[in-house]
C-alpha cells in the first residue's frame, strides 16, 4: 500500500464541512418516527394535533379539530389538520413549519405535549423529500381582517424556511355540526397545515384511528372530527387486510371509496366533547439543580443575566433560596460574588458536585396538568364500552429533579360486551406522556414494565408470568412531567427510571385493589345468578314427584314450587 | 312400637305403598304447614353406625340418623328422591312390577334435567330410600342384577312356579358338571337334606374342582361358591338353609385382608352399608375355617404366598382399628396381626402346591377333623 493512498490533513479539510440539522435528520428520520411509510402518516397527524392542542389549551381555547387525510394515489396521501387554536402570527409561520428546532416550548420547563420543536417542521420536511410538495398553512388570529395562505419549504443545507406563496385570504376555520344537517361551524381564529406526503394506510394497533381514539380518550374537552377518503380500491383492500375489523368499516372514514365525485361526500366521524373544563393550566418552572447536567450548568452560567455566581444560583434554579445559594458557594469553595462567567471549567465541577451534596427542597409540582380522576373515567367511558371504570392520579414526585405524576385508569368490560376487549386476550394498555398517545415500542416502555410488574392475580386477573394481566380490560396509563424521559427522539417509549416505575406500580396497584373489589361483587353475583338458575331448575320435579305420590292437583303442585322458592331464596340468595 | 322382624322384612306392597305416601305426606306438611324447608332422615349406613352383638351374631345399627334438609346442595338430590319415591309407588308397588336397578337408572332418562347422570348415582339413591323407608328394596321390587350364588351337593331346594304358584323340586345333586342359581328372591323357599354342613367357598374355580371331584359326597356337605363378597340374596339363601335345617356352616376364603374382614365378615355380620337390614342378610351361625394365617406355616406353603400390598396393609389396619367384628374377637385380631408380621397373604389354589387334589385330599378332611375354627 503506498502512502499516496492516505489522506491528508488537507485533503480531510476539504471534505469537512457543517452538517446542517435539516440534513442530518434527513438521513436519519427514524430517529423522529418516519421510518416507514405507515408510521410517517400517523407521525405527521400527530405532530399537528399534538401542536393545536398544546396551542389550545395555553390560549384557553375549547379545542375543535379536523384531521382529513385524502389519499390521492396508491402510496401518496394529503394530510390535512384544522383548528380553532389562536391561529399564528404571520412572520411566525415559516419558522414553525419550516425551521427544525425552532419552537416555544424547548426552553421552558412546562409541561406541554411537543418539547423540542421538531415535529411538525420534520413532517413537512418529510413530505417535501417523498414529493417535492410544499406545506401549506392556513392561519388567523383572533381579532385580524384577513387570514393568511402560506406555502414553505425548507432550506435543508441551511435550515432555513423558503416562501413560495404569502396571501391574504379570508380563511376561516370549519367544521361540521354535531348534526351535519345544521350545516358547517365557523371560528374566526384557527390554524390548518396541508402536507402533502407519501404514506400508507392500514387499520389497526398502530393506525391513525388509534391515535386520534385514544386523543379523544385523554383530552375529554376536545371535539375531535376525522375522515379518511381513499382513492382507489387497491390501496383500501391494502389497509383492510390488516386489523380490519367490522366495526371498523361500519364508521364513516373507513367506508369504500365511491369515485373521486363523491370523495367530498365522505361522512366525518366525531368524537364528541364530553367536558367543557379547560384542564387546569401548568405554570412554568425554573430548573430543579438536582436536574441539571454539568454542561447545561456550565451554558446556564454563562447566559444568565444575573450579576453574581451566588444570585444566579438564586434567579434562575427553583428551590435555592439565599441561604442554599451562600451553602452551595462555601461547598464549592467559591466566592460567591463571582462573575457567573468568569466560573472557569474546574470551578464548575466543584460547583455541580456542590449542588449535588446539598439538600434541596424538592422542585414545585404545580408546573404538571394531570387530566384528573373523573376526566380519565370521562374519557374512557366516552370511547371504550365498558361495565367498571376507575382512576388514580398519584401526587407529584421527583425524578432527577424533574416533577412527574403518574395516573391510571381501567375500564373493564363484562366478557363478550366489547369486542375490542378479548376476555382471553392480554389487557389492551393505552400509554400517555403528557396526554399524547404512544402507540409504539410499548415493549421497550417502562410503563408495560411497571403493568407486567404488577401480581394480577391478587386481583382477580390471570396472568402468565412476566406478561400484561388477560381479560375483557384497558390499561390506562398516563405519565405528565415537565421533561418526559422518553428512550429516544421519536418519543415512543418512556425510560426505566426507578422513581417513575414504583409510583406507576402504586397508581397501578390501587386500581388493581379496586377492580379486584367489583370483579368479587360481580363474581357473588353471577354465583347467586347460577345458583337461583339450580334451584329453579329441579324445584318442579320435587313438587311432581310429591304431586304424583300424594295425588294432589296443579293448584298444590304449584304452591309447593312457589313455597320452596321463596324458602331458599332466604336461606341462600340473600347475603 | 317396634315391628317383630318378619314384619317389617315381610312388608307387603300395599304397606309399602302406603309406607311411601306417609313419607311424602310427611315432606308436604313440613313445606305447607310448616312452612319449613322440608327434610329427609335416614339411619347412617356405616360401620360407624353399627353395633356387633355377639349374642345376635350381627351388625345392627344405632340410631345416628342422617338428615337431608333441603338446600342448594341437596335440592337436586331432593327432586331425584322425589321422583324415584314416585316411579317405586306408582309404576312397581300399585302395579305389581319389578325393576333391575339398571332399568332404574335408564328410567330416570325420561325426567329431563333431573335424570341421573350414572348408575352409582340411582344405585346410591336407592340405597337411601330403602334406609329412609325401612323396607328393603327387594319387597319395593327392584330386583338386583348381580348373581346369588351357586349351589351343589345332597340338597333338595322346594321352589313355586313363578305363573302357577305349583311346586318344583329341585334336586342340587343330580345337576351333572353344572350347579344351581340362588335366585333372588329367597323367602319362599323349603329345603329338604341329608347333609351334615354347608362349605361356602370364594372363588368358583376351586367350587368347580370339589364339584369335579364330588367332594360333598365325600364329606356329606352342600357346597356353595359366592365368587367374592356374598350378595344379599347368597347370604339370605344360606341363612334361611342352615336356620330352616339347623346346618353348621363353614367358610373357605382367600387368606387375605379382603377375604376375612371383607367377604368373610359381611357373610357372617353383614356390612355397614346394609346395616338397617343386616338382621335378615347374615349368618351368624358360619365359622371360618381357612386360609388362616397359621395355615401357611402348617401347610407348609411358605413359598406359595404373596407379599401383602399396600392396599391390604391399610385394610387389615383399618379393620382392627374400625371393625366392630374384628375388635371384638381377639382370634381375629391375631390372626390379622400374624398376616402383617408374617407380610404374605395367601389364594386358596396355593394347596396345587402339593398336587391339585391335595386341598380335596388332605387340608378340608385335616382341617374339619380338627374343628378349630375362627368365629
Known amino acids: 500500500m503506498s502512502k499516496n493512498d492516505f489522506a491528508t490533513a488537507e485533503t480531510m479539510a476539504s471534505r469537512q464541512r457543517e452538517i446542517s440539522v435539516s440534513e442530518f435528520f434527513l438521513k436519519n428520520r427514524h430517529l423522529l418516527g418516519f421510518d416507514n411509510p405507515r408510521k410517517a402518516l400517523l407521525t405527521a397527524v400527530k405532530e399537528a394535533v399534538d401542536n393545536s392542542l398544546d396551542a389550545c389549551d395555553e390560549a384557553g381555547i375549547l379545542p375543535e379539530i379536523n384531521v382529513e387525510i385524502k389519499q390521492i394515489a396508491a402510496k401518496r396521501f394529503i394530510v390535512s389538520v384544522t383548528d380553532n387554536g389562536p391561529g399564528i402570527v404571520r412572520n411566525q409561520i415559516p419558522k414553525i413549519f419550516a425551521k427544525l428546532l425552532y419552537g416555544s416550548k424547548f426552553h421552558r420547563l412546562r409541561m406541554s405535549r411537543g418539547q423540542q420543536g421538531i415535529g411538525i417542521s420534520a413532517a413537512g420536511m418529510y413530505g417535501q423529500l417523498t414529493t417535492g410538495k410544499p406545506t401549506i398553512i392556513q392561519s388567523r388570529v383572533k381579532h385580524a381582517k384577513t387570514g393568511h395562505h402560506i406555502e414553505a419549504q425548507i432550506d435543508t443545507r441551511q435550515n432555513k424556511p423558503v416562501i413560495l406563496k404569502d396571501q391574504e385570504v379570508d380563511w376561516m376555520p370549519e367544521f361540521v355540526a354535531a348534526d351535519e344537517k345544521e350545516g358547517k361551524i365557523q371560528y374566526k381564529h384557527g390554524t390548518c397545515v396541508t402536507i402533502e406526503m407519501e404514506a400508507a394506510y392500514a387499520r389497526g394497533k398502530l393506525s391513525v384511528d388509534e391515535y386520534l381514539k385514544q386523543c379523544a380518550i385523554v383530552n375529554p374537552h376536545l371535539e375531535l372530527h376525522y375522515r379518511i377518503i381513499a382513492a382507489d380500491t387497491d390501496a383500501e383492500d391494502k389497509g383492510r387486510e390488516k386489523n380490519a375489523t367490522p366495526e371498523d368499516t361500519q364508521g364513516g372514514p373507513c367506508a369504500p371509496s365511491r369515485g373521486k365525485g363523491e370523495a367530498e361526500d365522505t361522512p366525518w366521524t366525531t368524537f364528541p366533547r364530553a367536558s367543557k373544563t379547560m384542564p387546569v393550566q401548568p405554570f412554568e418552572i425554573k430548573p430543579h439543580p438536582h436536574g441539571v447536567e454539568l454542561g447545561m450548568l456550565i451554558q446556564m452560567l454563562k447566559d444568565t443575566t444575573a450579576k453574581t455566581v451566588k444570585a444566579a444560583l438564586q434567579h434562575d434554579f427553583s428551590r435555592v433560596s439565599d441561604r442554599v445559594a451562600a451553602e452551595i458557594c462555601q461547598r464549592a469553595g467559591l466566592n460567591p460574588k463571582e462573575k457567573p462567567a468568569q466560573i472557569a471549567h474546574r470551578e464548575s465541577e466543584a460547583l455541580f458536585k456542590a449542588i449535588n451534596e446539598t439538600k434541596l427542597m424538592r422542585p414545585p409540582t404545580d408546573c404538571l396538568s394531570p387530566i384528573g380522576e373523573k376526566e380519565i373515567i370521562t374519557g374512557l367511558q366516552k370511547e371504550i364500552k365498558a361495565d367498571f371504570y376507575t382512576s388514580v392520579t398519584r401526587g407529584p414526585e421527583v425524578y432527577r429533579g424533574n416533577p412527574f405524576q403518574i395516573e391510571v385508569g381501567i375500564a373493564y368490560a363484562k366478557p363478550g360486551d366489547n369486542a375490542d376487549l378479548g376476555s382471553e386476550e392480554p389487557a389492551r394498555v393505552l400509554r400517555f406522556a403528557n396526554k399524547v398517545p404512544l402507540l409504539y415500542m410499548a415493549g421497550a416502555c417502562a410503563m408495560t414494565k411497571a403493568i407486567t410488574g404488577v401480581n394480577w392475580k391478587s386481583y382477580r386477573l390471570p396472568q402468565p408470568s412476566d406478561s400484561l394481566p388477560v381479560g375483557p380490560l384497558a390499561i390506562l396509563v398516563h405519565i405528565a412531567s415537565v421533561w418526559v424521559p422518553f428512550t429516544s427522539e421519536s418519543k415512543e417509549a418512556i425510560a426505566h427510571y426507578p422513581e417513575i416505575i414504583r409510583e406507576l406500580t402504586f397508581a397501578l396497584q390501587e386500581c388493581g385493589r379496586r377492580l379486584s373489589v367489583y370483579l368479587s361483587r360481580r363474581h357473588r353475583e353471577a354465583e347467586l345468578e347460577r345458583k337461583r338458575n339450580y334451584i329453579e331448575l329441579y324445584l318442579p320435579h320435587l313438587a311432581l314427584g310429591l304431586k304424583q305420590i300424594l295425588e294432589l292437583d296443579d293448584r298444590q303442585e304449584k304452591t309447593i314450587v312457589n313455597k320452596l322458592q321463596k324458602m331458599l331464596e332466604r336461606t341462600h340468595l340473600e347475603q | ?375
Open chain 2, 1 to 375: 312400637m317396634k315391628k317383630t322382624k318378619t314384619e317389617i322384612y315381610a312388608v307387603s306392597k300395599r304397606e309399602a305403598s302406603k309406607k311411601i305416601v306417609e313419607s311424602a305426606g310427611e315432606i308436604h306438611n313440613d313445606i305447607i304447614k310448616k312452612n319449613a324447608r322440608p327434610r329427609m332422615r335416614f339411619p347412617i349406613r356405616s360401620l360407624s353406625n353399627v353395633k356387633y352383638d355377639p349374642r345376635k351374631g350381627h351388625f345392627e345399627i344405632l340410631n345416628k340418623v342422617a338428615t337431608r334438609t333441603l338446600s342448594y346442595n341437596t335440592v337436586k338430590t331432593f327432586a331425584q328422591s322425589m321422583r324415584l319415591l314416585a316411579t317405586t309407588k306408582n309404576d312397581l308397588l300399585d302395579k305389581n312390577d319389578i325393576a333391575g336397578k339398571r332399568e332404574v337408572y335408564y328410567n330416570s332418562k325420561s325426567w329431563g334435567e333431573c335424570r341421573f347422570n350414572e348408575q352409582p348415582e340411582s344405585d346410591t339413591l336407592l340405597d337411601d330410600i330403602e334406609a329412609m323407608l325401612g323396607i328393603n328394596r327387594e319387597q319395593l321390587g327392584y330386583i338386583p342384577e348381580e348373581r346369588g350364588g351357586e349351589v351343589t351337593g345332597p340338597l333338595t331346594v322346594i321352589d313355586l312356579d313363578p305363573a302357577t304358584g305349583d311346586e318344583i323340586k329341585i334336586n342340587c345333586e343330580k345337576l351333572g358338571t353344572g350347579a344351581w342359581s340362588i335366585p333372588s328372591q329367597v323367602e319362599h323357599l323349603r329345603f329338604e337334606t341329608r347333609a351334615k354342613f354347608v362349605l361356602v367357598i370364594e372363588t368358583s374355580s376351586l367350587f368347580q374342582r370339589l364339584v369335579h371331584h364330588r367332594y360333598y359326597e365325600k364329606a356329606d356337605c352342600i357346597l356353595i361358591s359366592m365368587s367374592g363378597v356374598p350378595t344379599r340374596a347368597c347370604r339370605r339363601f344360606i341363612r334361611r338353609l342352615c336356620d330352616d335345617r339347623k346346618l353348621p356352616v363353614l367358610a373357605f376364603t382367600d387368606g387375605d385382608p379382603y377375604g376375612y374382614c371383607n367377604i368373610y365378615r359381611t357373610l357372617k355380620a353383614g356390612s355397614g352399608q346394609a346395616a338397617h337390614i343386616n338382621q335378615y342378610f347374615c349368618v351368624p351361625q358360619v365359622h371360618y375355617l381357612g386360609v388362616t394365617p397359621q395355615d401357611i406355616i402348617d401347610f407348609d406353603l411358605k413359598d406359595a404366598t404373596h407379599p401383602l400390598e399396600e392396599i391390604d396393609i391399610k385394610r387389615a389396619k383399618d379393620a382392627l382399628k374400625n371393625d366392630p367384628f374384628i375388635k371384638h374377637h381377639k382370634e381375629w385380631q391375631k390372626a390379622l396381626e400374624q398376616m402383617l408380621s408374617m407380610g404374605v397373604r395367601i389364594e386358596q389354589q396355593a394347596f396345587a402346591k402339593h398336587g391339585l387334589n391335595y386341598v380335596l385330599d388332605e387340608y378340608l378332611p385335616r382341617k374339619i377333623k380338627k374343628g378349630a375354627f375362627l368365629p
